[in-house]
């Protein structure tokens, strides 16, 4: 299967800042999803994003997409403490639900 | 949302010994279910798909012999890690989407050590 790769990033900010990360891929994809990951835990489902949009917004959240690239960004705006956690982008490739996940992002953010 | 939940939450075993990881469900039927693994500060990789009423279909590189997985019911999907070796342990943890949900939801995991 595919992989969804970020950048490698290890992100620390202070709360209040903008966070953002990035992820590419390499093949054709059906949707792009962000998870969040507190430490030792399961994985919490942030934001989805079909191949045929740009752009999508979620509260704090924003995402991007450029199919050209194969790649998407994960923007969360003004940062609290409680957003410290890993940040992982999937990519489905035929919307099957068979997930390949990327090497993920550790953001902490500091009060 | 969903609720996922996964049994036991931590394992300690002894090598040669075979380990039965429950996935359910809780909230709503799932007729597919996945099993991912997580090295320590790595990313997951997909090990297979868990088909209620018919066989787990297993990734490229995973052994089936090894992982058994059982979809017992429209809840409940258990994956047996059999004669389980110091390099099986990690993090284990299924997934399930709702209904037709693209997203997936995701159990607490599953810390599996092998000494």
């Known amino acids: 299967s595919q992989q969804g790769e970020e950048d490698p990033q290890a992100l620390s900010i202070q709360e209040g800042e903008n966070a953002t990360m990035n992820c590419s891929y390499k093949t054709s994809i059906n949707n792009l999803q962000w998870y969040r990951q507190n430490s030792g835990r399961g994985l919490v489902h942030l934001i989805l994003?079909?191949?045929?949009?740009r752009e999508k917004h979620s509260g704090r959240l924003r995402v991007t997409l450029d199919t050209s690239k194969k790649s998407s960004s994960l923007l969360i705006t003004a940062s609290r403490a409680a957003d410290t956690a890993s940040y992982f982008c999937a990519t489905d490739a035929s919307g099957n639900n068979r997930l390949a996940f990327g090497k993920g992002n550790q953001v902490v953010v500091i009060p | 949302g969903a609720v996922v939940s996964q049994h036991p939450s931590r394992v300690i075993c002894k090598s040669g010994t075979s380990v039965k990881i429950e996935c359910r469900s809780l909230?709503?039927?799932?007729?597919?279910m996945f099993w991912y693994r997580q090295f320590p500060k790595q990313s997951l990789m997909l090990m297979a798909t868990?088909?209620?009423?018919?066989?787990?279909?297993?990734e490229q590189g995973v052994e089936k012999d090894k992982f058994l997985i059982n979809h017992a019911s429209l809840t409940l999907s258990t994956l047996t890690v059999t004669s389980a070796h110091p390099e099986d342990s990690s993090f284990y943890i299924c997934?399930?989407?709702?209904?037709?949900?693209?997203?997936?939801?995701f159990g607490p995991g599953t810390r599996l050590l092998v000494l």
């Open positions: 868990s088909n209620e009423g018919s066989k787990a279909t297993y």
């Open positions: 994003i079909r191949s045929n949009e």
């Open positions: 909230d709503f039927q799932a007729t597919t």
């Open positions: 997934s399930a989407p709702k209904g037709k949900q693209e997203t997936q939801y």
